[in-house]
């Protein structure tokens, strides 16, 4: 069976509202939601494709463009590689010239919304920011608590408690405080035993690699409506991650890091070659910093993760 080649837009507008449009019920997949786009013809390129199909179906021009995420997926009538491009500028007012009704949507409302199995990755990609916070370790708890609040008063929008030396009560005592002050500003996600989960219910969580081989085969711990996410290190464990059904991982180490100076990096060779096999975004981690954002979006990640480079001083 031929795999489909689809080009497919993120188009960001007015209050970073998103774009969707409404399939027809006769379509594969109709009367869900999708994001507009469509079928790259033999001999053109992505970038010309996305052009053309805007043109068709909404009337825009693009005029600003960047690579979100790549996702292959196998229906049981038809394959397809959706190549996703995130839109923030384009000319002419959207509206839908094939009669097809159309919808902004807050980016924190699109799980609301029924989408065809192969956009759940895309829908995750256009909801997470490009830069992922992890707090350091050895600060003192107050030092703590006022980096994350500088962070979220600066704009950041995913933050990881990590305490890697602070005994649990101690944890979940920090963990109760970042909950308050990343309250409706930003998405927190903690670390920690599963019999943890119902104690936050607002925070997602982000699982070690130990425990990805350990609980992999159950699957998900609780419902889509919670972040899940998960620290890899190769294909392997990028597999069981795709196996518990997690929303996002970080890939590490992709240069030398201070923090893991025995740790073999991947290479942003190996990072592309590992990030296109899987299907669900992706922050690279250790060695990188701001700066790489957009490398890394060339291959194929949502963004950067990272402690020292991303850390405000308090």
């Not at 408690?161 to 970042?178: G, I, N, Q, T």
């Not at 925070?203 to 699957?219: D, E, P, V």
């Not at 929303?247 to 990030?275: C, K, M, N, Y």
């Given at each position: 069976m031929k795999r489909i080649h689809v080009v497919a837009a993120v188009i960001r507008g007015a209050e970073a509202r998103i774009l969707i449009a409404r399939r027809a019920d006769t379509q594969h997949q109709g009367g869900l939601w999708e994001f507009p786009g469509g079928k790259v013809e033999q001999g053109e390129g992505v970038e010309a494709a996305l052009a053309r199909e805007l043109r068709e179906e909404l009337g825009i021009e693009v005029t600003r463009s960047r690579p979100l995420i790549t996702v292959s997926h196998d229906y049981p009538d038809k394959q397809v590689l959706l190549e996703v491009r995130e839109v923030d500028a384009f000319t002419g007012e959207p509206h839908g010239a094939e009669g097809q009704p159309l919808a902004w949507v807050a980016a924190r409302e699109l799980d609301q919304y029924a989408f065809p199995e192969a956009n759940k990755p895309i829908v995750a990609a256009a909801r997470l920011p490009d830069q992922y916070l992890i707090t350091p370790d050895g600060l003192e708890v107050p030092a703590l608590l006022k980096g994350i609040q500088k962070a979220v008063a600066s704009g950041v929008r995913l933050i990881q408690?990590?305490?890697?030396?602070?005994?649990?009560?101690?944890?979940?005592?920090?963990?109760?405080?970042?909950v308050g002050l990343c309250a409706g500003k930003a998405q927190l996600m903690l670390k920690g035993p599963l019999e943890?989960?119902?104690?936050?219910?607002?925070?997602?969580?982000?699982?070690?690699?130990?425990?990805?081989?350990?609980?992999?085969?159950?699957?998900?711990?609780?419902p889509v409506s919670r972040w899940l996410a998960a620290s890899c290190h190769s294909a392997e464990e990028l597999a069981l991650a795709e196996q518990m059904g997690?929303?996002?991982?970080?890939?590490?180490?992709?240069?030398?890091?201070?923090?893991?100076?025995?740790?073999?990096?991947?290479?942003?060779?190996?990072?592309?070659?590992?990030?296109?096999?899987?299907?669900?975004?992706?922050?690279?981690?250790?060695?990188v910093g701001p700066d790489e954002r957009e490398r890394a979006w060339q291959v194929g990640a949502q963004g950067v993760a990272g402690i020292r480079a991303f850390w405000p001083d308090a």
């Open positions: 408690l990590r305490a890697p030396d602070m005994y649990d009560p101690k944890y979940r005592d920090v963990a109760v405080d970042a943890w989960l119902g104690d936050f219910p607002s925070a997602g969580w982000h699982l070690t690699a130990a425990q990805l081989r350990k609980y992999a085969a159950n699957g998900r711990p609780f997690v929303d996002f991982v970080t890939l590490s180490p992709v240069q030398a890091t201070q923090t893991h100076p025995d740790a073999t990096p991947l290479g942003w060779e190996a990072a592309q070659r590992l990030i296109g096999a899987f299907k669900h975004p992706v922050y690279l981690l250790g060695g």
